[in-house]
C-alpha cells in the first residue's frame, strides 16, 4: 500500500466514513512516520490539504489583494 511505504497520507476527514479501514490507514501512516519512509524522510513534509490551506491563505492576504 502506498501509505504503508510512505507515499501517501492518511486523510483523517474520511475517518468517519470508514472506520475501519482509516484505523487501519491511520496505523501504517504511523510505521512509515516510524521508519521514516517515503515523505515522511523529509522532518518538514506538509500534509497536502495543509499546503492548499497555505496556499489559499497566501492568495487572500492584504498585501495580494492591494496588489503589492
Do not use: H
Not at 14 to 25: L, N, Q
Request: aromatic residues 12%; glycine residues 4%; charged residues 30%.
Amino acid at each position: 500500500e502506498m501509505i504503508a511505504k510512505g507515499q501517501a497520507f492518511f486523510y483523517p476527514q474520511y475517518r468517519m466514513a470508514c472506520p475501519k479501514s482509516a484505523e487501519r490507514y491511520e496505523q501504517l501512516e504511523q510505521i512509515a512516520k516510524k521508519k521514516r519512509l517515503g515523505v515522511w524522510k523529509d522532518s518538514q513534509v506538509i500534509k497536502p490539504w495543509n499546503w492548499r490551506k497555505q496556499q489559499r491563505t497566501s492568495l487572500l492576504s492584504p498585501s495580494r489583494l492591494a496588489g503589492n
